[in-house]
């Protein structure tokens, strides 16, 4: 019998959703796995087949990153990348002032918070997942839905 953690992480490669779930972790995740400056001028925006594309606000920062880009993958491994790819573009969290329009753009202006009885729920849902940080990454999912779905009329 195969342990359920194996279970998800198979069918979450078959629904060809492994990718976004780790995306979203890395997303959230960045500026506590990358100082300043590095956090506040780059911010990840893909992952396909183990290669993160990773937005950067400057062309001297595009410069910048092909010194640091070793140390990034090698940190970044345990999310299955094996690869960067830089590209000037929008970079999210730049501050705190950016990182609320982009929940409010994720979740809307008039997101709720989470109930006691939902993360009761959650909790209850992937307690059967051994793997801790696929049963953080699954959680964090399962938020984000409900955050959503409170905004939608019924």
Same mark, same amino acid.
């Given at each position: 019998?195969? #342990?359920?953690?194996?279970?998800? +992480?198979?069918?979450? !490669?078959?629904?060809?959703?492994?990718?976004?779930?780790?995306? +979203?972790?890395? =997303?959230?995740?960045?500026?506590?796995?990358?100082?300043?400056?590095?956090?506040? @001028?780059?911010?990840?925006?893909?992952? $396909?087949?183990?290669?993160?594309?990773?937005?950067?606000?400057? #062309?001297?920062?595009?410069? =910048?990153?092909?010194?640091?880009?070793?140390?990034?993958?090698?940190?970044?491994?345990?999310?299955?990348?094996?690869? %960067?790819?830089? !590209? @000037?573009?929008? &970079?999210? @969290? !730049?501050?705190?002032?950016?990182? $609320?329009?982009?929940? =409010?753009?994720?979740?809307?202006?008039? /997101?709720?918070? %989470?109930? #006691?009885?939902?993360? =009761?729920?959650?909790?209850?849902? &992937?307690?059967? &997942? +051994?793997?801790?940080?696929?049963?953080?990454? %699954?959680?964090?999912? %399962?938020? +984000?839905?409900?955050? /959503?779905?409170?905004?939608? #009329?019924?």
């Amino acid at each position: 019998m195969r #342990p359920v953690g194996s279970l998800l +992480s198979s069918l979450l !490669k078959n629904l060809g959703i492994e990718d976004k779930i780790a995306l +979203s972790s890395l =997303q959230r995740e960045w500026r506590g796995l990358f100082k300043e400056p590095l956090s506040i @001028h780059t911010y990840p925006t893909d992952i $396909k087949n183990g290669e993160l594309s990773v937005n950067v606000d400057s #062309p001297a920062w595009l410069a =910048q990153l092909k010194f640091f880009k070793r140390d990034m993958i090698e940190k970044l491994s345990a999310y299955g990348i094996k690869e %960067i790819r830089f !590209k @000037h573009g929008t &970079v999210y @969290h !730049k501050s705190g002032r950016d990182s $609320k329009n982009k929940m =409010q753009n994720d979740f809307g202006k008039n /997101s709720k918070p %989470i109930t #006691p009885s939902d993360l =009761q729920w959650i909790d209850e849902t &992937v307690s059967a &997942v +051994s793997d801790t940080e696929l049963k953080e990454d %699954i959680k964090r999912a %399962i938020e +984000s839905t409900l955050r /959503s779905r409170k905004n939608r #009329p019924l």
